[in-house]
């Protein structure tokens, strides 16, 4: 079974600087898709960004980007220019593409912003 | 759009008691989620269907749990009879097609007593 983990419990960064999420996931798959969802205090589960797996160029949104290193199964979240609203927990998830859709996640990183 | 829209937001219930968790998904949608999570086991897929048609099960605890779709714009959870550890937040999900990313409802906070 497909496996993801986020080996960061808790991570800090200050305002306005950045930070780096990191997650590794476990497949045999060649094709598969890749998201970070962020879940604040207010419980929605709120899609930062995906990736496919046949794309090399790694995805951005804005302050978001990601290191997607295929064969070292790593896809770890850059936040540029921490905002307090940057605040909440990250999921890291794996969507297989023969899996129907389903996501796997990985345990979360809760990212506190200090002013 | 308004997005998923579940309810209730939070349900507090006996042990023993049926409870029904319900879920409107994004119109045009093909597929729905249900995820459980827990700050045990994490966000976990219960059941989801395509099209109406529950696709995958596995994820569900035990018989107590059922999930239905009767139409493409409601599904619920029910959970019968209810126990303490099934206290969680309940997600429901839904995507417009395969291989695509899930939009989430705000969830349902369970607790049993």
């Known amino acids: 079974a497909q496996t993801v983990t986020q080996s960061q419990p808790e991570m800090s960064v200050q305002e306005a600087e950045t930070v780096t999420l990191s997650c590794t996931y476990d497949?045999?798959?060649?094709?598969?898709?890749l998201f970070w969802y962020k879940q604040p205090p207010s419980r929605q589960m709120i899609l930062v960004i995906r990736?496919?797996?046949?794309?090399?160029q790694n995805a951005t949104e804005n302050r978001f980007s990601v290191n997607f290193q295929k064969a070292a199964k790593s896809f770890s979240l850059k936040i540029s220019d921490s905002q307090l609203g940057d605040a909440a927990m990250y999921f890291c998830?794996?969507?297989?593409?023969?899996?129907?859709?389903?996501?796997?996640f990985g345990e979360g990183t809760q990212l506190t912003v200090n002013p | 759009d308004a997005g998923v829209i579940q309810s209730p937001r939070h349900e507090v219930t006996e042990m023993g008691q049926e409870v029904t968790l319900r879920c409107k998904p994004i119109?045009?949608?093909?597929?729905l989620f249900w995820y459980r999570q827990t700050m045990m086991r994490g966000l976990e897929l219960l059941i989801y269907?395509?099209?109406?048609?529950?696709?995958?099960d596995s994820g569900m605890p035990e018989d107590r749990f059922s999930a239905k779709m009767p139409n493409a714009s409601f599904s619920t959870l029910k959970i019968q009879p209810s126990e303490p550890r099934d206290s969680a937040v309940y997600f429901c999900?839904?995507?417009?097609?395969?291989?695509?990313?899930?939009?989430f409802g705000q969830g349902t906070r369970l607790t049993v007593v």
């Open positions: 269907f395509n099209n109406n048609v529950p696709i995958d």
């Open positions: 119109s045009g949608h093909d597929y």
């Open positions: 999900a839904s995507s417009p097609w395969m291989n695509t990313e899930a939009f």
């Open positions: 990736q496919e797996a046949y794309k090399q």
């Open positions: 497949t045999s798959e060649s094709d598969y898709y």
């Open positions: 998830a794996y969507l297989e593409e023969t899996s129907g859709s389903r996501l796997t």
